[in-house]
């Protein structure tokens, strides 16, 4: 359904621009996403999985493709992002209820949309509705706005905890610590703070979450949460053997075969967690092992790139949210595979697309100090 739903958006959004002829303008992330894309290309050459690559570019290309219209489409109207974060946030507030509803709270089950569904990418497409509200109730000063976002933030709390998703767990307090309480006035801190703990503290009140949070945190002490730190082990042997360029594209899960288990520096082999096939549970990891040194230091700078031109934003709601939702990626990035998935692809869309409008702002300012001389 997103996909089609993609499609009919490039379409309308292609007539659009063909009838108003709007320039595209080129934000230093977009120019290095692109490079990385040419780099991406040429792995099929070094592919050891052509079919693997050929499907993980499509993808690629696809979601830079919308990347690249969203951005635009908010450069040219800059009052489109409020819209398009409440429409996301209450969609993924809707998904987390779901879940609750579907799951169910006392199965003692990890929360997903539908039983059977992923937990973790579940969890990482409700992270918007939890940082949306959040922010509304720190610096909006409206009492509507704070009685819409506080259900909100109880309802998809509850959700990412009952998922079981320790990356988001980890992401999301990375983003409060590193970036969203240090801008909170201290006057209202505590409150703040004092909001927070309540509302954890509630929800561990239900009879499953205090046992499940815990055994979650027991089980990532044992294993490393489903054997990543072993995978990392091997899927650092699969990078050190294809350096410079890596294995192509989309193709570590090829890579990952018994040859390299037992080359790898594994003590021990637990086949519940470690068999071939495996994704390597880690965007960097992937990007060294699949387009190698150049294509990793492309998406490394190309996030770096990003986040310092939203940092250069004005401190406005919408900034905020944005930064922090791809704080929490690019936090659970060490840990899941977000780089195949839309919501991460349309938080950055949205990152570029302020710079977008700051450029854009900044040429008409300049146009207009000119006509003025």
């Known amino acids: 359904m997103t996909t ?5 958006f490039a379409i309308s959004n292609g007539v659009t621009s063909a009838l108003n002829r709007p320039k595209f303008i080129n934000t230093k992330p977009k120019k290095v996403l692109l490079l990385y894309l040419l780099i991406a290309i040429f792995s099929l050459i070094w592919s050891i999985d052509f079919a693997a690559t050929v499907s993980s570019l499509t993808n690629l290309f696809l979601q830079i493709l919308i990347l690249i219209l969203i951005a635009n489409y908010i450069g040219c109207n800059a009052k489109r992002l409020n819209a398009l974060l409440i429409s996301v946030a209450s969609g993924a507030s809707l998904a987390a209820l779901l879940g609750l509803i579907n799951v169910g709270i006392s199965s003692g089950n ?5 039983e059977g569904g992923d937990p973790a990418h579940f969890a990482s497409s409700i992270v918007p509705a939890v940082m949306t509200a959040l922010v509304i109730i720190m610096f909006n000063d409206s009492i509507g706005h704070k009685l819409y976002a506080i259900p909100i933030f109880i309802i998809s709390t509850a959700s990412i905890l009952l998922s079981g998703t320790r990356s988001a767990w980890i992401g999301i307090l990375i983003a409060l610590i590193m970036f969203v309480l240090p801008l909170v006035k201290s006057k209202k801190l505590a409150y703040i703070i004092i909001f927070v703990f309540s509302v954890i503290t509630l929800i561990s009140y239900i009879p499953v979450t205090a046992n499940f949070v815990s055994t979650r945190i027991d089980t990532a002490n044992d294993t490393g949460g489903a054997g990543r730190t072993s995978i990392w082990v091997v899927g650092r042997q699969i990078a050190l053997e294809h350096l410079p360029l890596g294995v192509g594209l989309g193709a570590f899960p090829t890579a990952f075969d018994n040859q390299a ?15 071939p096939g495996r994704a390597p549970h880690n965007i960097y990891l992937s990007n060294l092992s699949e387009v190698g040194i150049p294509g990793t230091a492309l998406f490394i700078l190309f996030l770096y790139s990003t986040m310092s031109s939203l940092w250069t934003y004005p401190r406005k709601k919408s900034s ?3 930064y922090s939702v791809l704080i929490v990626y690019i936090s659970q990035g060490f840990f899941l595979d977000v780089t195949n998935r839309k919501y991460f692809w349309l938080f950055l869309a949205l990152a570029i697309g302020c710079e977008a409008v700051k450029r854009r702002e900044r040429e008409g300012s300049l146009a207009n100090s000119k006509l003025s001389l």
């Open 261 to 275: 288990i037992f080359k790898s520096s594994l003590k021990s082999i637990n086949s519940e967690e470690i068999y």
């Open 4 to 8: 089609l739903l993609g499609a009919a």
């Open 320 to 322: 905020i949210i944005i």
């Open 110 to 114: 990890r929360i997903s949309y539908f």
